[in-house]
């Protein structure tokens, strides 16, 4: 069994900054690479950001020059930095972890961009 652990959702001004952290645990047989995916109201869900094992990355155009997604292989986590808030980022972010054999979730967190 898999588990994804989110923390450092929350409310933020626009022009704010926030750091998500997901820690995986369980037994994993091999990790091909973890990313973020939100879902806004009325919206699909779609990619934000994901780091390869080997540290490859790519974004979404609209968050490209403002978040940096980052990862810990040993401890099984990853990082979104998330700076100049828009409140058109608003939405309930969810960590992914993508194995050999099988996608992991999360729960979602919520972040909230508003004045």
């Known amino acids: 069994q898999v588990q994804l652990v989110e923390s450092g959702g929350g409310l933020v001004q626009p022009g704010g900054s926030l750091r998500l952290s997901c820690a995986a645990s369980?037994?994993?047989?091999?990790?091909?690479?973890m990313g973020w995916y939100r879902q806004a109201l009325g919206k699909q869900r779609e990619l934000v950001a994901r780091?390869?094992?080997?540290?490859?990355?790519n974004y979404a155009d609209s968050v490209k020059g403002r978040f940096t997604i980052s990862g810990d292989n040993a401890k099984k986590t990853v990082y979104l930095q998330m700076s100049s808030l828009k409140p058109e980022d608003t939405a309930v972010y969810y960590c992914?972890?993508?194995?050999?054999?099988?996608?992991?979730w999360g729960q979602g967190t919520q972040v909230t961009v508003s004045s």
């Open positions: 992914n972890l993508g194995s050999i054999r099988y996608d992991y």
């Open positions: 369980g037994s994993i047989f091999s990790i091909n690479g």
């Open positions: 780091i390869t094992r080997s540290g490859s990355t």
